[in-house]
């Protein structure tokens, strides 16, 4: 009975430790906003982003300079473009947009769209660095108070402003209360196992199975995750496409350390049992 007992609890904290990795993850990179402008500024250092960002804002200025009586190309202002986004400003203020695009998505505050209810953000707090401004000046061009890209081609039937915000008001809640639940019953698993030894391995193969599981799950949604990111347009897609590649290394880490404690609560497990067998021969004798 006390085996069948601590199986039920060996199984019950398994499926919340499935729960508990991916919701802390999502909560830390994702949801929150200081975490998401972080995970932003981080990738805007990775020069196929600043390649694409540079490009994206070279076609804009391109579309500003039209009317000011300059023939400037679109590959003269990207490589402008470029040289600020290479710059050790640009991660700051890119991470600025990105959290304007995450209130858009996660709050009722920002509703931000064109006249044809496509989801757009605006770009121009990257117009105030100081050289980048120097640089449209000397082409006749005015920075703009506002410079708004459409991220997606058409309207969105499935992105509209806040529509997240529920996931922003309980997702801590829920992540925490996953990870609390989680550790009671790895607690109570411990607590009704005869072997202690058998149990600690039997917890590490619960975080091994959770972190294996977890890489076959992100080769599966990434298919997916292409095909919503084919809704994206131009430039804004290879910045997209950048950011995913960022998301699923930041996953890949976290799994990595499930794995990781996994292997090490096993090895515990195996040592608590020599040590546990060690200690009846010794009473035998």
Do not use: C
């Amino acid at each position: 009975m006390r085996f069948l007992l601590a199986a039920l609890l060996w199984l019950i904290t398994t499926a919340l430790l499935v729960v508990t990795v991916p919701a802390l993850w999502a909560q830390h990179t994702i949801v929150d906003r200081d975490g998401y402008t972080a995970f932003a500024a981080a990738a805007a250092k990775d020069p196929a982003l600043q390649q694409a960002m540079a490009s994206e804002l070279g076609s804009q200025l391109k579309n500003l300079a039209s009317g000011t009586g300059y023939d400037v190309g679109t590959d003269v202002l990207s490589r402008g473009a470029g040289i600020y986004t290479a710059s050790s400003a640009f991660p700051g203020q890119f991470a600025q947009v990105n959290g304007l695009a995450h209130d858009w998505l996660f709050t009722d505050r920002v509703s931000r769209s064109d006249a044809t209810g496509r989801w757009v953000v605006d770009i121009s707090p990257m117009l105030a660095d100081s050289s980048f401004r120097e640089t449209l000046t000397s082409f006749g061009i005015a920075p703009p108070s506002k410079l708004e890209v459409p991220l997606t081609e058409q309207v969105s039937e499935h992105l509209r402003p806040g529509q997240l915000r529920l996931v922003a008001v309980w997702g801590p809640w829920a992540s925490v209360g996953a990870a609390v639940l989680t550790g009671v019953f790895a607690l109570l698993t411990l607590a009704a196992a005869r072997a202690r030894g058998k149990a600690f391995a039997a917890l590490g193969i619960s975080a091994l199975l959770v972190g294996a599981a977890g890489w076959v799950g992100i080769e599966i949604g990434r298919r997916y995750v292409d095909d919503a990111l084919n809704h994206t347009s131009g430039d804004v897609h290879a910045i997209a496409d950048v950011m995913v590649d960022h998301a699923v290394g930041s996953m890949h880490m976290w799994l990595n350390l499930t794995l990781t404690v996994g292997g090490g609560l096993v090895i515990i497990g195996v040592i608590v049992a020599l040590l546990s067998g060690l200690g009846s021969r010794r009473d035998e004798v």
